[in-house]
T-cell receptor, first 115, second 109 residues
Framework: SAVISQKPSRDICQRGTSLTIQCQVDSQVTMMFWYRQQPGQSLTLIATANQGSEATYESGFVIDKFPISRPNLTFSTLTVSNMSPEDSSIYLC????????????FGPGTRLLVL | GENVEQHPSTLSVQEGDSAVIKCTYSDSASNYFPWYKQELGKRPQLIIDIRSNVGEKKDQRIAVTLNKTAKHFSLHITETQPEDSAVYFCAARWNDMRFGAGTRLTVKP
């Protein structure tokens, strides 16, 4: 499986500020996904990021709040904008398997606390 | 869109007993059904998966069964060990992956 890294691993931010999370993969992948996992909850898909096109957002998530970049086949960023305490969560990137594109693997996550 | 329901939300078993977690899905087009294990503070790890052309798959102490007609699938863990304690998520995929709410499994020594 691909090796996925995320930066930062954790951060504490003030409300009203923005944080950009980076996701790096050690091989080229077609699909990259961004998920949110609130404390004690399941994984909720924020958006799908394809290289060369606009990200596709799920219901309840908008580009102004969660802008995403996908400049190449190994990298993506998610920005959490104008943060509020409700944005405190773990943000995970995920990629499709190289061999079996239905299979997804997750990065280590970014633990965000907004004060 | 796809809706995945998972039961139970918590499960406690004695070491050596079996554990079963069940999921149902709504979209008959879903054709891929993975199970992830998430330990505290860690990322979800894929432990087993099944595709729609297969009814059962086994990997050592872990097995998954799929009933496409009834749109449900189950995870079976036999001879449970304390290190099996974690949160388990089922998922179903057609285009996007949709996750169940999770089951917190506790294996008591």
């Amino acid at each position: 499986s691909a090796v996925i890294s995320q930066k930062p691993s954790r951060d504490i931010c003030q409300r009203g500020t923005s944080l950009t999370i980076q996701c790096q993969v050690d091989s080229q992948v077609t699909m990259m996904f961004w998920y949110r996992q609130q404390p004690g909850q399941s994984l909720t898909l924020i958006a799908t990021a394809n290289q060369g096109s606009e990200a596709t957002y799920e219901s309840g998530f908008v580009i102004d709040k969660f802008p995403i970049s996908r400049p190449n086949l190994t990298f993506s960023t998610l920005t959490v904008s104008n943060m509020s305490p409700e944005d405190s969560s773990i943000y995970l990137c995920s990629v499709d398997s190289l061999a079996y594109q239905e299979t997804q693997y997750f990065g280590p996550g970014t633990r965000l606390l907004v004060l | 869109g796809e809706n995945v329901e998972q039961h139970p939300s918590t499960l406690s078993v004695q070491e050596g007993d079996s554990a079963v977690i069940k999921c149902t899905y709504s979209d008959s087009a879903s054709n891929y059904f993975p199970w992830y294990k998430q330990e505290l503070g860690k990322r979800p790890q894929l432990i087993i998966d099944i595709r729609s052309n297969v009814g059962e798959k086994k990997d050592q102490r872990i097995a998954v069964t799929l009933n496409k007609t009834a749109k449900h699938f189950s995870l079976h863990i036999t001879e449970t060990q304390p290190e099996d304690s974690a949160v388990y998520f089922c998922a179903a995929r057609w285009n996007d992956m949709r996750f169940g709410a999770g089951t917190r499994l506790t294996v008591k020594p």
